[in-house]
């Protein structure tokens, strides 16, 4: 199998004027190395005032700090790399930009909230949860508002989700375009929230009979709205106003969010602070000029609303290339399913000739990310990582080629498609397509 | 019922003249108080310069934070009172003490690795990981030394574990002591683990068949050293570097510690750098003069590693009055067994004379905490709450005097008793026992 034949590679597309990118590519790249990510963590914590700390190499003749000293606790300085990231080239501002979680770094199924990626449209809103209200009107009996302590004495329930950005992956929907899995699939996270049901208060407020549609928006400046069937409403929504057993951080809608299972995540309307009960959807902007998928004939796609079934290897991956050479490697990644459960996952090592089942270790939840791994004893040849998931349901994750035969490459949004890791002799990998 | 003549409560434990422990708990309540709370949560975030923030109340007309703000993210401001706290008065040293989890401003069962309880001997090792080796030694066919990327290559494994000092709620033993869940309960956390089972690195060693214990040892300055039966470390324990998804944190032994499923929490060596193959137990120091209980007749009984079935109602508690009044009313808390998964989950409104079974929520998984909640309309008068735990061995949590009975009151260790919370009229909640 030769290289050069088979593969579109995002390398080679690193050669145009785009600075901005080629830099960004560059320092993706440089952060790669494991080498390279021991001097960065290092100076990052040198110029912390760390300097002290590493070099101390026997903690034995060592006391370290006290209880006292961190009633709050942060990484390691030595995981100063472990980061959300944003693009520059990719938005005109940081305030209505997107950051990526960093999933090369991270394993097993939660996502800490430190790095769980941000999306939003007009900056992080700080809300004091003491003058926070959602309102509840238009077709119900009782218009209501809600504090946060009114929300909390509702019953509560605990569950694990992944919420994926519509947009995940989609600038490879043109090709390989990022070299790292932070940026191919990091608008992703998965957590456990703490909340109630969405149910309990739409009840309390009484929903009409012509009551069907949902507007949900949210409390910060860009007021983010979404309509929502109301079918979803009442079936597995939830206010959540917690995540990984704390609050939810400012970053992801404190005091309160909206959770919708399994759906894109621009509809889980963060800082939420009105509900209105309507007859049909609004065709706000966020769900017509954006969150809409257009087609090769010019026709959009709209109510794409469940994200599909998905997954992509974290590791290796052009962040985190091999560094231990040939002999045993594990091979580990990510699969999740809009639709319920992970059923199965299958990894190719030779871009999708052959493939192997791969091990699901961890807790199956439905509509949550599933851990998988393969061990292999790699023979120090060039590796075409691929890998496929398939769902309860029995959807099957397609090949990017299969996705634009039918849906074209106008689209940003629901890009599901198979991803490719080349993995050289020498360990560095890179996003790349087969053919 | 009267108050009374039925209670042993911890205020009226606080008139001796012990300033600090007065301090101590008069801070508790202070804090305990949801009007108080927003206060104090406004005072540090003022003394952090955040004022400009919590003046802002109408997130609508300002731009937030961008997406380049936060690279590792943090708690909103509003936040700043969960955090672990630590006791003064009760080791001579914040370097070899403990400091508690937060258990009553938490939910679901993943506990933040921001909170965690720390308890160490020697302070917090910070240890840099590309310098951190591993040696297996002692009655092995090839002693070994691994690095921390050579740990990496075998097969991984998620799970979620309770880790539960041996001493949480030791300070109850002699009667209701501290006034809120975080220190009567607090020295539990919940996380997930990524790591690899101990069996594989030891099988690379190969055990000599006279090998039938582990000395299990720390990279800190104390180097706490616990022995391990064989069964135990061939059945379940594992090597663990990620929790929550990401790196261990310095102060939960950073870069690897071991994790001994459903055993008391000194026995999970932090920072490990050590293990030493031999034919016997060795007796240190944290296996004979502490971490043993010392019965009614003087003799102390050993090897008491699992940890009992337990329950404990974090909200109400103390530290989380009920500010509502009467009607609707949420009642939450953790259960956990060393032996299993919780099968079932008590409470009683009435000091025991009556009980409810609690809906547990959330996954349930072995040797991990449970969430239960039971949601109450409350009628305003006085509440004994407390909660008793059933595991799928049919373990059954005891009362403080039932355990009493048997074990005296000289130890601090393994102390499951059912704790009760007096719930007044105004909702301000208090440590008693009931008689």
């Not at 398939?390 to 890009?415: C, F, W």
Request: proline share 5%; net charge positive.
């Amino acid at each position: 199998m030769s290289k050069k034949s088979m593969l579109r590679s995002a390398k080679g597309r690193n050669d145009h004027p785009d600075n901005g990118r080629r830099a960004f590519l560059k320092n993706g790249l440089v952060a790669g190395g494991a080498a390279a990510l021991g001097a960065a963590a290092a100076g990052a914590a040198q110029a912390a005032g760390e300097n002290v700390i590493l070099q101390k190499q026997d903690w034995r003749t060592y006391l370290g700090d006290g209880v006292d000293a961190r009633p709050y606790g942060t990484p390691s300085a030595h995981e100063a790399h472990v980061i959300r990231r944003n693009v520059e080239w990719l938005t005109a501002d940081p305030v209505s930009s997107v950051s990526f979680t960093p999933l090369h770094e991270l394993d097993g199924i939660i996502t800490p909230n430190g790095v769980c990626f941000e999306r939003h449209h007009g900056g992080i809103a700080e809300i004091d949860p003491t003058a926070h209200r959602l309102m509840i009107h238009g077709l119900v009996d009782t218009p209501l508002v809600f504090t946060l302590e009114d929300l909390k004495r509702f019953p509560r329930e605990n569950k694990v989700y992944f919420l994926e950005c519509a947009a995940n992956s989609g600038m490879e929907w043109r090709g390989a375009q990022l070299n790292g899995v932070q940026f191919t699939h990091g608008m992703i996270h998965n957590v456990m929230y703490t909340g109630i049901k969405l149910r309990h208060v739409l009840e309390e407020a009484g929903i009409k009979p012509n009551g069907k549609w949902l507007l949900v928006e949210g409390g910060d400046a860009s007021a983010m709205t979404r309509s929502i069937p109301i079918e979803k409403a009442l079936n597995d929504c939830m206010i959540a106003f917690k995540m990984n057993g704390e609050a939810l951080r400012p970053e992801q809608g404190y005091p309160m969010r909206l959770v919708v299972p399994g759906w894109e995540g621009n509809m889980w309307i963060k800082w939420l602070r009105r509900i209105e009960v309507g007859d049909q959807p609004w065709h706000q902007r966020e769900e017509t000029s954006k969150y809409t998928d257009l087609m090769p004939d010019g026709r959009a796609r709209r109510f794409s609303w469940q994200m599909d079934v998905k997954s992509v290897i974290t590791s290796p991956s052009p962040q985190a290339p091999v560094t231990h050479g040939k002999g045993r490697t594990v091979i580990s990644g990510l699969a999740w399913s809009g639709a319920g459960k992970i059923s199965r996952v299958d990894v190719s090592v030779d871009g999708g000739r052959n493939w192997r089942s791969a091990r699901i270790d961890g807790p199956s939840l439905s509509r949550s990310v599933h851990r998988f791994y393969l061990d292999i004893d790699w023979n120090g040849e060039p590796l075409y990582l691929q890998s496929r998931a398939m769902d309860e349901y029995r959807n099957v994750q397609p090949t990017k080629d299969a996705l634009r035969a039918v849906r074209g490459v106008n689209s940003i949004y629901h890009n599901n498609g198979i991803q490719t890791w080349y993995v050289a002799k020498d360990g560095v990998t890179e996003n790349v397509e087969v053919s």
